[in-house]
């Protein structure tokens, strides 16, 4: 037991693997985060290329900080 009489038990944080379904701004978002907190992720999209869903991701000012961050390339 370590000096004061307190016992720590340490547990190693478990890796785990997710599927993200869907990469909208919504999806790669969360996909990021998942990855970043140290888990496997699948990203699963229905589409073979990236493609504009109307006016919502078109790299808008508020996308151009999670594309950045995940390293996308056109």
């Not at 909208?24 to 969360?30: D, F, H, K, L, V």
């Not at 919502?56 to 056109?74: D, F, G, H, R, W």
């Amino acid at each position: 037991m370590p000096p004061g009489g307190t016992r720590v038990n340490t547990v190693p944080p478990r890796r785990g693997r997710v599927a993200v379904v869907g990469a909208g701004p919504a999806g790669m978002a969360t996909a990021l985060s998942v990855h970043q907190a140290g888990h496997d992720v699948t990203l699963l999209e229905r589409y073979p290329q990236a493609r504009p869903a109307g006016n919502i991701l078109n790299q808008s000012p508020s996308a151009a900080p999670v594309s950045s961050t995940a390293k996308v390339i056109e």
